[in-house]
């Protein structure tokens, strides 16, 4: 069984820069792609960034790019979500994801097969 723990979230002010982290346990971090989504309050979950087992293959949201970074380091089993000059509308419950299909963590609609309980993010103008 899989368990993905996000944390570094938090109440920051619009401008700053905050980074999440996703602590994998279970199994080994490698086998598996990546992604993070995000869920404002009363909206859709959203697909974020995602990263290849192997970290060679990233895939940040168009809107997002340019302050949006994600990394892994499968030795510490962690992966990372970096965001820069936070925005109000950034302010949502952030998720990780795993699953063994890369594919399937960028695809619209793609189904993850593991999923994180979520950080809150709340960016304050």
């Known amino acids: 069984q899989v368990q993905l723990v996000e944390s570094g979230g938090g109440l920051v002010q619009a401008g700053a820069s905050l980074t999440l982290s996703c602590a994998v346990s279970?199994?080994?971090?490698?086998?598996?792609?990546m992604g993070w989504f995000r869920q404002p309050a009363g909206k859709d979950r959203d697909f974020v960034a995602a990263?290849?087992?192997?970290?060679?293959?990233?895939y940040v949201l168009d809107s997002l790019k340019g302050r949006f970074t994600i990394s892994r380091d499968n030795a510490k089993n962690t992966v990372s979500l970096q965001i820069n000059n936070l925005e109000a509308e950034d302010t949502a419950v952030y998720y990780c994801a795993a699953d063994r299909n890369y594919w399937e963590v960028v695809r619209p609609g793609g189904k993850c097969e593991y999923w994180g309980q979520g950080t809150q993010v709340t960016v304050s103008s």
């Open positions: 279970g199994r080994t971090l490698s086998g598996y792609a």
């Open positions: 990263i290849s087992a192997s970290g060679t293959n990233t």
